[in-house]
């Protein structure tokens, strides 16, 4: 089946043509990253704004890059949750109107279900059967969860963050640090010339169960107090923010969120006894995070799958790839579907 995917959840425009859910045919992006990094984050207005401007330029590119006619796409799928609302509109109302005019299936795909497929777009991935069960570990911009999967669809939350998603936590120490916006890669990029033992950053642990809403609290995380503590230093430190001593605060500071997930990996993996574990979202492109993952997981004896480095961003791919194997909200439901901002995945 050949499946047309739409993404348009924050600040990323993505068209993309799967075939059977694992032969992408196509896939193209726009980014905004330029047009945000001047206010330190997404500003939802420019975001959707720019999807209204560029969607119908990157449908083209899609269908043109793919090879296929409109004729011959079987479905149309696309995100409505979560994400900011006004960006999932755009995608949500573009599918609507195209699965009409094409008379063919509109599929809803739930955001976080997608990333956490996303490592099975790779061309020697496993399927995503064989790999069940497992536990994924997704971390984005706005996300920063675990959640165990028995199979395709049958997902059981187990741990959260209570307050900044890993992402965010990049975002904020990086403006802090007079970085530019996404956080994420910059601290990559210096924290990897830094001594990450030289500044001790705290690494919160969630105690209280009635932060975590009835999850449990060793397998949920904090990153504010980070944050609060990063502030705090370059108070009482102010020439910090200038190299070299910057980098031992990057890689300090990137160490202790890092430190923050693996442990809660572990946790997770040691009392779910599962095989495999699948890391997904932006931050997964992290070079410090999935170096530790990896030599975590081969102590523990886990597999680690994580996703083509095209496909750790938001895209449509993903999106697509997921619908193409039976996922996602079909039939009569889907054309009452409105965009979901707070979609939980496992909730």
């Known amino acids: 089946m050949n499946v047309l995917g739409i993404e348009t959840s924050c600040d990323e425009t993505a068209a993309a043509v799967v075939a059977e859910g694992r032969v992408v045919l196509s896939s193209a992006v726009f980014s905004q990253v330029v047009l945000h990094r001047p206010h330190g984050g997404v500003v939802p207005e420019i975001a959707s704004r720019q999807h209204v401007e560029h969607l119908?330029?990157?449908?083209?590119?899609?269908?043109?890059?793919?090879?296929?006619?409109?004729?011959?796409?079987?479905a149309v799928a696309v995100t409505y949750g979560p994400g900011l609302a006004s960006s999932l509109l755009v995608g949500l109302s573009a599918a609507k109107a195209l699965a009409l005019r094409l008379d063919i299936p509109l599929i809803g795909i739930n955001h976080l279900e997608a990333h956490l497929y996303s490592v099975f777009l790779a061309r020697d991935a496993r399927s995503y059967e064989s790999a069940c069960p497992l536990l994924a570990l997704i971390v984005s911009g706005g996300h920063t969860c675990l959640v165990r999967v028995d199979a395709p669809g049958q997902y059981r939350r187990l741990g959260q963050t209570i307050d900044d998603a890993?992402?965010?936590?990049?975002?904020?120490?990086?403006?802090?640090?007079?970085?530019?916006?996404?956080?994420?890669?910059?601290?990559?990029?210096?924290?990897?010339?830094?001594?990450?033992?030289?500044?001790?950053?705290?690494?919160?642990?969630v105690l209280m169960a009635n932060f975590t809403g009835g999850l449990s609290p060793a397998l949920c995380f904090s990153f504010s107090g980070l944050k609060t503590s990063l502030l705090y230093y370059l108070r009482d430190h102010p020439e910090a923010v200038h190299e070299p001593i910057l980098q031992d605060v990057a890689a300090g500071y990137q160490e202790a969120i890092v430190d923050v997930l693996v442990r809660g990996a572990q946790?997770?993996?040691?009392?779910?006894?599962?095989?495999?574990?699948?890391?997904?979202?932006?931050?997964?492109?992290?070079r410090r995070l999935r170096a530790r993952l990896l030599d975590m997981a081969a102590s523990l004896n886990v597999s680690v799958l994580l996703p083509e480095p095209s496909y750790c961003a938001d895209n449509a791919a993903m999106v697509a790839g997921l619908a193409g194997i039976g996922q996602g909200i079909t039939g009569e439901a889907c054309w009452s579907l409105d965009a979901c901002p707070s979609l939980d995945i496992g909730g």
Not at 56 to 74: C, F, N, V, Y
Not at 168 to 193: M, Q, S, T
């Open 56 to 74: 119908p330029r990157i449908l083209d590119k899609a269908l043109a890059q793919s090879g296929l006619e409109w004729t011959q796409l079987q």
């Open 166 to 205: 890993a992402g965010e936590a990049f975002d904020k120490g990086a403006k802090l640090l007079g970085l530019e916006y996404p956080g994420g890669p910059v601290i990559d990029r210096i924290g990897a010339l830094g001594d990450a033992a030289c500044i001790a950053f705290p690494r919160t642990r």
């Open 267 to 286: 946790r997770a993996l040691k009392r779910e006894k599962v095989q495999s574990l699948v890391v997904a979202g932006g931050v997964s492109l992290n």
